[in-house]
């Protein structure tokens, strides 16, 4: 079997674990803010991984440390706060796993990465899903992918306080090589959709800002969603989810700034089940106009770019060698994903970095973006 580089690498150190399992980094070509809107998302899981490694140990305390962490010891499974709230992630998923009755012996785990950290690509999923997937191989469980993915979630609600949807964890466990996950997030069930670009490649650019305000921003959207769909729901008795929604209904909601959300949302629900067919005719043009249409909507009725973001993708709509551009994930900074001609992009990128440096004074960095499969596992023998 060919494994990720970095768990390569980890092989050949010579290192040894009793457990090491991996989740990857995604991207979202369609469908952003729709997961708990449960509308249907097109994630994608890419190069770059998380893994997880765990050995029993026989200290009476839980070890954890990682590549940009020191060792943090955990007697009890509880919420910690300061240094070592990265932690919060992976003890999230051990109170879920204790919750089913399970005990969980002394351990040590160690985290490595090459996830680029703060840039929208999910790598908190990555890490509370590479580490469900490790523990529940250590423990000899047998959850399924989805099931983890949804304990990873619960993690993330309750440990570290961000109201995320199913996404980040489905694709970061389950995604495939070369393929693009469709998921409905209303049934949760997902549909691998091939695709792949001839003269085309999707990159990735990291503005480089992360702005501290994103979690509670988050929330605030995901409240204003449910706002909104309940006053629609109290006068259109037929209304179960945003997915029979029409912008006629939305008239009913008197707050500017909802109806703006639920508008995106509907408007979005509508676009990605058009980039389902777009992808599935290989019509590559449509999917980059669809993309663009994504990202007017965040930022002008869903509010979530920052200028940064905006910058770049307004430099890179007015190029010919680009079909679509947009902020992705969930937003205030992190990464604009675009669909850009292979062989004239290279033209344009260095005039793009001169500008973002000269305007914000950032170095904007970029990745070519490999679709590549989601996760796995390897069991070493005890030593
Ligand atoms: C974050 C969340 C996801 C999703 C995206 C926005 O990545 O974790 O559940 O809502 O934002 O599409």
């Known amino acids: 079997m060919k494994y990720p580089s970095l768990v390569s690498d980890v092989l050949n150190s010579n290192e040894l674990f009793d457990v090491l399992a991996w989740a990857s980094a995604r991207i979202n070509l369609l469908g952003e803010h729709i997961d708990y809107n449960h509308g249907f998302v097109l994630p994608a899981s890419i190069q770059f991984k ?37 932690v919060n992630y992976l003890l999230g998923v051990m109170d879920k796993f204790s919750q089913h009755g399970i005990a969980i012996p002394f351990f040590d785990c160690t985290i490595l990465s090459n996830i680029p950290i703060g840039a929208g690509l999910s790598s908190s999923a990555a890490l509370s899903c590479s580490f469900a997937l490790a523990l529940q191989n250590f423990l000899g469980l047998n959850f399924s992918l989805e099931e983890l993915a949804k304990i990873a979630q619960w993690s993330e609600h309750e440990y570290a306080g961000v109201k995320c949807g199913l996404m980040d964890q489905t694709a970061s466990l389950r995604g495939k090589a070369s393929h693009v996950l469709v998921m409905d997030c209303l049934s949760n069930e997902v549909e691998y959709v091939p ?17 501290m305000l994103d979690n509670s921003a988050y929330n605030k959207r995901r409240q204003s969603c449910e706002e909104g769909l309940s006053i629609i729901k ?4 037929n209304v179960h989810s945003f997915r029979e929604v ?42 980059g106009s669809l993309m663009n249409a994504t990202h007017h909507g965040l930022s002008k ?43 004239e992009f290279d033209r344009i990128l260095p005039n793009l ?13 970029h990745y070519e973006v490999t679709i590549d499969d989601a996760s796995g596992c390897i069991l070493q023998p005890i030593v």
């Open 50 to 86: 998380t893994i997880s490694g765990i050995k029993f140990n026989n200290k009476n305390e839980f070890r954890f440390s990682s590549d940009h962490h020191p060792i943090v010891s955990i007697e009890q499974i509880q919420k910690q706060s300061g240094d070592k709230a990265w």
């Open 195 to 211: 695709i792949q670009f001839l003269k085309e490649k999707l990159v990735l650019l990291d503005s480089g800002v992360k702005h």
């Open 234 to 237: 109290s006068q259109f008795t």
């Open 246 to 287: 029409s912008l006629e209904m939305i008239q009913v909601i008197q707050n500017e700034e909802i109806k703006r959300r639920c508008q995106y949302v509907i408007q979005e629900i509508e676009r990605t089940q058009l980039a389902v067919s777009v992808i599935k005719s290989k019509n590559i043009k449509a999917l």
């Open 301 to 343: 009725l869903y509010e979530v770019s920052c200028k940064e973001i905006d910058f770049i993708v307004e430099e890179l709509q007015k190029s010919s060698s680009v079909l679509g551009a947009r902020m992705m994930g969930a937003g205030f900074g992190g990464c604009v994903l675009a669909l850009v001609n292979t062989s």
């Open 353 to 365: 970095v001169e500008n973002y440096n000269k305007t914000f004074a950032i170095n904007l960095k």
